[in-house]
């Protein structure tokens, strides 16, 4: 079964400073991988997608991420944050097959200090 | 305006009283689905269907029924809530094919008392 770890609960990062955000996952084919932004109070929406191709992914809002097959990672990075980066961040992975759904992580909650 | 609309956005009602989440997209697409948020769970998917009158169990499946009877609605229901299903809901939905990307509803927060 597919599965996403992302090991940070909690991340405190300086406005101005870089960002990574680190995540994990067990899939056995070729996965689809995903990021998704929630800001206080709102729904989910897709900062950049990963599926095949060029291993480093531009998003939207400034974010990038890149894929690691020989980590099974797809951590996302920003070079420099804004106060309004502050979200809750959400890893995701999908593939072919039936269901067609996503497997969350457990979210990234990011906090900026000014 | 694309988009996944659900209704109420916040909703208090006490235990065993039956209620529907409703669940509308405009954008023609083949798959929709709910899914839960909690505290440190993430989003875990309750319900999924494919295409009308196709509808299968998430991965907590347990106190929801769900109906695709037109393209565009999926309503969520829960016909005897609980404490436990006190939650953030969320509807999304998508074109068919694992790269597609799913588009979400705003949410609909649920106290049960």
């Known amino acids: 079964a597919q599965s996403v770890t992302q090991p940070d609960i909690h991340i405190t990062v300086s406005e101005g400073a870089s960002l990574e955000l680190r995540c994990n996952y067990s899939?056995?084919?070729?996965?689809?991988l995903f990021w998704y932004v929630q800001s206080p109070g709102q729904g989910l929406q897709l900062l950049l997608k990963?599926?095949?191709?060029?291993?480093l992914v531009q998003g939207i809002k400034g974010f990038e991420a890149e894929f690691k097959r020989s980590q099974s990672s797809f951590n996302l990075r920003k070079p420099s944050v804004h106060w309004s980066d502050a979200a809750e961040y959400f890893c995701?992975?999908?593939?072919?097959?039936?269901?067609?759904?996503?497997?969350f992580g457990k979210g990234t909650h990011l906090i900026i200090q000014p | 305006e694309a988009q996944v609309t659900q209704n109420p956005r916040y909703l208090i009602t006490v235990t065993g009283k039956k209620l529907t989440v409703t669940c509308s997209q405009n954008?023609?697409?083949?798959?929709m689905s709910w899914y839960r948020q909690d505290p440190g769970l993430g989003l875990r998917q309750i319900y999924y269907?494919?295409?009308?009158?196709?509808?299968d169990k998430g991965d907590v499946p347990e106190g929801y029924k769900v109906s695709r009877k037109e393209k565009r609605n999926f309503p969520l229901i829960l016909e005897s809530p609980s404490p436990n299903q006190t939650s953030l809901y969320f509807c999304?939905?998508?074109?068919?094919?694992?790269?597609?990307?799913?588009?979400f509803g705003p949410g609909t927060r649920l106290l049960v008392l």
């Open positions: 899939y056995g084919a070729t996965p689809y």
């Open positions: 990963y599926f095949s191709g060029d291993t």
């Open positions: 269907s494919m295409n009308v009158e196709v509808t």
């Open positions: 954008m023609n697409h083949e798959y």
């Open positions: 995701a992975v999908g593939g072919g097959g039936g269901a067609d759904g996503l497997t």
């Open positions: 999304a939905s998508k074109l068919a094919g694992g790269r597609e990307t799913q588009y």
